[in-house]
């Protein structure tokens, strides 16, 4: 019999006892042949060996003698999750931008569709087309609602919450949502019945402007309370704002054709009523109405002064339209051909810089000191959430 048959058969014996300390002389017996300057090595060997194999049997998984929660017996078998992270549709070092004006630096995909951005504390809300998503500035998604009767709905920031248009066969609600996680908060009714669209605005004054079928809500953001409803006729409602001269401008279309009527805030009563040139209202500041034309495959955001004058715009086309965001006396203007920054009151463009390759970057928004942005061109699968570093005039 070789020595390693008969090694083998003196572990199968004592593998199935509890593990004990070994020495040299149980191996040594074993070897017969004559003695050579390595066999005390090979049998030190042996003895390491032999008490590791039965170490691992004594304290295997489901074995009676182990215990996971305790380690005061050795060695325990643990199995450890990653924890939980937001999820992401990508990373920055995978997207690549065919332009890159003011320095944009791709951050991750992102579940929005082009158009408008909205911040508060950290977090960025945007439309998907078939409800909101909010994000944190990684682009990890926090938090998602799909809900097919806000389609593109414009979204508000009020007092820390978020406020969106909801329109069903009962009619359209305005309702608010914590954030990060779009907890729903509250619910106020705008009109009954089956009625179409509805536009959301912010005024300076805290209050809140829906506008829906022959209705223009003011609401009050804190107390989730309608404060005065208007009615108007001519048409459907489009949009409306309650601009900081006081006064509701509001856009009614009629048989193909759009009407600018001027309504007192405080009694509804109509100030004027001008047919337009323009096709809807995308928000205000206190230099005018920011207006929408849209001819063709061309659409313009244009600043229309209260004087009728005419300030900064953007150009969109190719399937993009433009865009605007305001920020305080700043204006944000994107689209695929330029990106630019203008001042609020007078309209004046104060820094821009060109976009082209076939790309678009709308939404731009603030948010903690940086500007952020959403891009798009025909090599990415999804829109691209991505940071500006515009120069300081912009800011």
């Known amino acids: ?75 325990t078998w643990r199995t450890t999750t990653p924890p939980s992270t937001p999820s992401s549709t990508s990373s920055a070092p995978r997207l690549r931008l065919a332009v890159r004006p003011w320095r944009a630096t791709p951050i991750a995909t992102v579940p929005f569709q082009e158009g408008q951005l909205v911040a508060h504390d950290g977090v960025l809300v945007g439309s998907t087309g078939n ?112 601009a900081t001269d006081g006064h509701v401008y509001a856009v009614t279309e009629a048989d193909g054709y759009g009407r600018l009527t001027v309504l007192s805030a405080d009694s509804g009563a109509v100030l004027s009523s001008t047919e337009l040139d323009w096709s ?24 229309r002064r209260y004087d009728g004058s005419d300030g900064a715009s953007a150009t969109g086309g190719g399937g993009y339209d433009p865009s605007v965001s305001i920020d305080g006396n700043r204006a944000l203007l994107g689209g695929p051909q330029r990106i630019s920054c203008a001042d609020a009151t007078t309209g004046q463009v104060l820094a821009s810089a060109r976009v082209g390759g076939a790309a678009n970057i709308s939404g731009l928004v603030r948010a903690g000191g940086r500007t952020f942005a959403l891009y798009q061109d025909e090599h990415l699968p999804a829109s691209a959430l991505v940071e500006l570093h515009p120069p300081d005039a912009c800011r």
């Open 280 to 303: 809807s209202l995308v928000a205000q500041s206190p230099g005018g109405l920011w207006v929408y034309y849209g001819s063709g495959h061309i659409a313009t955001v244009t600043l």
């Open 131 to 242: 409800g909101i998503a909010a994000v944190d500035t990684r682009g990890h998604v926090l938090a998602r609602i799909d809900d097919a009767t806000m389609p593109g709905s414009r979204l508000v920031i009020a007092h820390g919450m978020l406020w969106a248009v909801e329109a069903g066969p009962s009619g359209v609600e305005a309702r608010s949502y914590s954030l990060p996680h779009l907890v729903a908060h509250a619910a106020v009714r705008i009109t009954r019945g089956s009625t179409e669209g509805g536009s959301l605005f912010a005024a300076e004054s805290g209050q809140l402007i829906v506008a829906a079928g022959h209705t223009i809500a003011l609401v009050d953001p804190v107390g989730a309370r309608v404060v005065r409803r208007l009615q108007i006729g001519g048409g459907s409602l489009i949009s409306a704002v309650l």
């Open 1 to 75: 019999m070789t020595v390693e048959t008969r090694l083998a058969e003196w572990l199968a014996r004592i593998t199935p006892d509890p593990p004990r300390e070994l020495t040299v002389e149980d191996v040594a017996p074993l070897v017969r042949r004559p003695r050579r300057r390595w066999q005390p090595l090979l049998a030190a060997a042996c003895i390491v060996l032999v008490a590791a194999a039965a170490l691992v049997i004594v304290t295997r998984p489901g074995s009676s003698s182990s215990n996971p929660a305790d380690t005061s017996n050795g060695p």
